[in-house]
């Protein structure tokens, strides 16, 4: 037996053990008061506080070996634990500890001709596993939300952060279960042995529901391998349409913003669709605002009749590209930018830019997509501008949710019935 | 190449058509009125009655196919499409009609500091796999249920009912088409060969979610093979809980009714437990009640030491009978046995009888199954007792739906943004 075979068995066994306490905390978790989860998340969150010290001096460690292994300053950057992050996980803490507890809600309920009362409560899904990069401070946002809405969690961070990852988790967990949490609530992957993620994805008996957050290439392994549900965005290829009825004043400080406002997230726009009435009006004083901000733009034919650009493929309408690069079409009708956003898009967010009330109305019944807008930049799609607070992060699956996923998400429905003896006939 | 082979890729090309065909009426299907999924529901329940003697014919090979095959005649029975089942069928799809269609509710709305109106309205899943085993109304129920949702369905019904199948499918087809429903919007596998369920499982890049009907062992194929999300139920291994403070007439008759009405249903009970004190008052009259209905007994040690039965092996606390077997187990407290059902059960329905207010609310609460009933019979869980008219199947995942799966859970939300150019900052 090869030396990798061992160290994988061992892994397994650890993830086995792993799996089965979260499960056994589940059943614990699930009747937890709003007020111990609270005082949980208050307490925890005092306590990132008073560990600035010793947060400083993991993340050292991660930040000296990440160095060492040549890591991006970009990179690099993304990993560091300055107080002012420190601080910002301890308010993120305390802002999940104000947002309203979703379990026990009644979505539904129904009086039985017999007269049993039947009603939908919500309930925490139970084991929620969480695969994620770079950023320590999804340790504590991620956890934070599965404690609050009262399932138990499995955290894998990125090898590079497992310095800083341990000692946040190790701080939450401590303030945590001092607030009457039960032990394994939340639990951290101590190992960096790319195995355990393998292991991980086998544990249907005791997981949920797998949550990643990451690039495309974890995501895309996770889908592929996974035992376990998973819900996640794997691509964020946002449109936004400029309709002939647009206020082109208002289109292209929209699409500005769409684009450039944070152009490596998935709600950034990468596709601009433009009618063709108003191509000419529009493109060139839009095109020149994006390379004053040094955007790339790839247009179709009729696009680069109008402006200088370099030639689209037909792979450039399929592609997310998370920088400052934006392909840009001219077509003939708001049937053919919606043919083209439900063929090409990736159903995470599209907009229309139009004073028609008509078209408006048929843009948003058409598109197929987590977040469909008029008038306003995609951008916006975010659990906490949708006014869900925090959120673990967006969905573009059509089952279960689709959107960000916050508090209500992490739950599932549960039918209690309560009778007086009675029976089927 | 061998045949096998090419069978198999004839299948793929025929699959990945009809995959693409449901996928592009899936756009035209989103936002179809009702009243055109109502006319349409109608005008088949006509075409069913009109069509008597089509129906009959194609049965007549189905039926003459399951003698020569020498199928069971519980089965043959399964198979028989009687005038009384074709006016049941059509009977089914007008109480479809007369459902409210869940698509277009908005389900909550939100106004952004900024202004805009950002709301999540029900649309259509889209494109739903229907794989089911013998009975040949699933095909009509199913189409109907996807139909009124403003989904398009694959259908992939059993062999041995493929000329009732594609005789059903095309009826309703043909009337659903003529009331205005698009084409591909309903499609039925037209080959047997074993390998189109296998390629139909591969459609991730068409089909939304699988959502199968028939034994365990279909079931299971299916989740082992799937890539797509598949919404099932699994196992019903459902429990009923005779607490100390039970009234034990009442016990009797709610737990007879959960054994015996239809034992062959996924939410009769499996599995009897009883609390220690009220064991040898209940236990004896209870048995005696089953033993006259021809139902065997399967105990634990205690139970054994009050009533003659067979010794239960831990392996009968797993199993789902589905058949006049019950497994019978001697408790000492609610704890125990809420313990009990969330080891081996299958968290499907699972009852306590009892008169305490607290055990019963801490039963409810801590009995971790889709639908968890105080002093009345597991036989309830099905959409229709629920309030939800007719269902596609009841699942056991937590994720997406949980319980019966009805029109609503047939359904995604999307998030709808109507602005006035507002960007973020």
Redo the contacts between chains.
């Keep these: 037996m090869s030396e990798t075979t061992i160290v994988a068995s061992g892994v397994r066994e650890e993830l086995e053990r792993i799996g089965a306490q979260a499960r056994g905390a ?2 614990r978790m ?2 937890l008061s709003t007020s111990v989860k609270n005082a949980a998340l208050l307490r925890a969150a005092a306590g990132f506080r008073d560990s600035k010290e010793t947060l400083r001096s993991a993340n050292a460690k991660d930040l000296a070996a990440g160095q060492e292994k040549g890591l991006s300053s970009a990179l690099l950057d993304r990993l560091e634990l300055t107080d002012k992050r420190v601080e910002e996980m301890a308010k993120g803490l305390e802002a999940v500890a104000a947002l309203p507890d979703p379990v026990g809600n009644v979505e539904s309920q ?1 009086v ?1 001709p017999n007269g ?1 009362r ?1 009603a939908q409560l919500r ?1 925490p ?2 084991v929620i596993g969480i695969i994620y990069e770079s950023r320590p401070n999804v340790t504590a946002d991620a956890a934070s939300l599965c404690l609050k809405s009262g399932n138990t969690c499995i955290l894998r961070g990125g090898s590079e952060a497992i310095h800083s990852n341990l000692a946040i988790a190790g701080i939450l967990i401590e303030n945590a279960m001092a607030a009457g949490i039960p032990e394994y609530a939340v639990q951290i992957i101590k190992t960096t042995d790319r195995a355990a993620v393998g292991e991980l994805l086998k544990l249907d008996k005791y997981v ?2 797998i949550v990643p957050r990451g690039g495309k290439g974890l995501i895309a392994r996770i889908y592929e391998e996974s035992r376990i ?1 998973v ?1 996640a965005h794997l691509d964020g290829n946002c449109h936004t349409y400029v309709d002939k009825h647009a ?1 082109l004043a ?1 289109a292209q ?2 699409c ?3 684009k450039l ?1 944070r152009p490596a997230t998935c709600n950034a726009m990468e596709t601009l669709l433009v009618h063709g009435d108003v191509a000419e009006a529009f493109l060139p004083v839009m095109v020149t605002a994006l390379q004053l901000a040094n955007c790339e733009v790839r247009g179709c034919d009729r696009t680069c009749r109008i402006i200088a650009c370099t030639p689209a493929t037909d792979e450039d309408w399929f592609t997310e590209y998370l920088d400052r690069i934006l392909a840009v079409k001219v077509v003939d009708s708001p049937e053919e930018a919606i043919a083209h956003i ?1 063929h090409y898009g990736s159903h995470h967010s599209d907009a229309i830019i139009t004073e028609s009330y008509t078209t ?1 109305e048929r843009f ?3 598109v ?10 995609t ?3 975010d659990g906490y ?3 869900l607070g925090a959120e673990i992060g967006i969905s573009t ?7 960000p996923m916050a508090l209500r998400e992490l739950t ?13 006939e």
Tied chains: 1, 2.
């Design positions: 589940a059943n699930r009747s129904y039985h049993m039947i309930q899904i139970g949920d529901v549900p819900v206020d208002m400080r929209v500005l913003n769409a406002q439900n408006a948003l019944e058409e197929d997509s987590a977040a469909v807008f008029v008038n306003a930049s951008r916006f799609t501008e949708f006014g699956s059509k089952l279960h949710c689709r959107g599932t429905l549960k039918y209690v019935i309560r009778g007086a003896g009675q029976v089927r």
